[in-house]
């Protein structure tokens, strides 16, 4: 079965534009892309930190299942961001790094406890920007959050409880 999605400008001038062309995104709709393309960087590059660093077995785990689950969900934000000629951000934003920094920092179990910490915040901080995004034009991207909103929900609840369980 073939199902053709196509994502609605503001105006309507692109109505005169073919079907092969790429209809370029909300500005609304783009910004939640970067921002959930900015989100999975995060995730990725910390969990796989964690994978590392972490001095439990549980929490290198967690890293490990974390970073693969931003993986999937990075790439088929990519696949959108192409279909629909998105320039996502290649790398986290200054404040990002500086935050991976000071975490790479910390050493032992106050590393566990810092890295749960920063991931419910992050997590919760995405969850927010979710449930604020009801006006989502691009149906691909509306499919997108829908589709990964509970995997985030859910990832965000196995932080807290893990964050819970950790000395």
Sequence with gaps: MLIICSCKQKNNSASTTSATQKQPLDTADTRLANDLSIFCINQIKTAQLASKKASTQKVKAFGKETAQLYTQLSTNLN??????????????????????????????????????????????????????????????????VVSYQSAIIKQAYATSDLKDRTP
């Design 79 to 144: 696949r959108i961001s192409e279909k629909y000629n998105i320039e996502l951000p290649a790398a986290a934003t200054p404040a990002s790094a500086k935050k991976y920094a000071d975490l790479s920092a910390i050493k032992g179990a106050s590393f566990d406890h810092a890295y749960l910490l920063q991931m419910l915040k992050q997590h919760n901080a995405m969850i927010r920007e979710y449930n604020a995004a009801k006006n989502i034009q691009c149906f691909p991207l509306k499919l997108f």
